[in-house]
């Protein structure tokens, strides 16, 4: 039920008792074991044991090799040594009048950024330069907060500055359609091979209007976030997560239950690969070809990120020359909307 409450659903639904697995997959598993034991569920061990010996010796085992796992994670290569604190006159809309700006608001009369805008304004008064990587530096009062500010701004002013999009609503930085041919980013797999992905599409669902079964076309788009850490695995580190942003043929943003199920039904085949694969061509491309970037320069250091992701070393891994080439899914396909649909279909066959 992905933790619905009974008010959000319709009136036979809430009156059942379920078991929840949106909070733990095993207490979940756990408590339907239970559940069928206290009601006798027919079962055959012996036919159990033997399903569970032909599932696996179909699927492709572990070798003792070993195996490179990428992450989402990038590294924040260079961090500036000094952070600028100002004070700014309480009635300037400062996001207004600098957009561009990457900057902490401490309170409405106090500004902590890197660097000064680009434009000199009386309104606005750099009063202290501070150190606030030294351990003693207390002028500060929560230091990551400020980063973690600044670094969205920052990588969101990159963003917008190579073609992406913003929603006014949801603040979602998507790909809109027609910034690159064909909607395709081209990009080098991990092994080295070139390919592409889809990053603005259109897909028909079968949905339900006024009781009548009808097909309806909406358009996804790529959308990165990304999130500050300031000591993960040792270092700051950024974690990029790719989402779907949905939005009708005109560009409206679907609300917010209709793109969820429908992102469910876009993605429900999207594993390691196809996430790995999206991450990496984002990455890149914002890169334009390097693989490091300065998201603000100064005379004391810059904000610079890494675009590799950040890899590991296990000891046994998968022959992936022994598995079947990636397919990738047709475009064209009708997909469900909803739950009763995929019930109804499912009777009528």
Known sequence: MDGLKSTELDFLTSDLVYIPFNKSWF????????????????????LGHQAIARSLSSEERPAKRTETQWSNLIPIIEFPSIIRKYNVVPEVNVEVVEPNWSFYRDDEETLL???????????????????????????????????????????????????????????RIYFPPGLLPHNRLHFTRYDGRKTNVQVVGERKFRTRVEGNLTIETSRYHISPDFRFFADLLGDPKLRIQVGVFWTDLSGVALDSRTANRRRK?????????????????????????????PLIETNVGNLRIGLTPATFSSQYGIDEETLSAVQEEDESTVLEDSEDIREEMTDES
């Open 27 to 46: 207490d979940g598993f756990v408590a339907l074991l239970r559940k069928l034991d206290q009601i006798g569920a027919p079962r055959d061990k012996a």
């Open 265 to 293: 039904a876009l993605c429900k085949n999207w594993w390691n690969y196809e996430w790995l694969s999206r991450n990496m061509a984002v990455l890149q491309w914002l890169g334009n070809g390097h693989d490091e970037i």
């Open 113 to 171: 950024a890197f660097n000064p805008p680009e434009t000199t304004y009386d309104w606005l008064e750099e009063v202290e330069a501070i150190e606030y990587q030294k351990p003693a530096c207390a002028s500060i009062r929560d230091i990551r907060q400020v980063l973690r500010i600044i670094l969205r701004k920052s990588i969101k002013n990159l963003c917008l500055s190579r073609g992406l999009k913003q929603n006014e609503e949801t603040n």
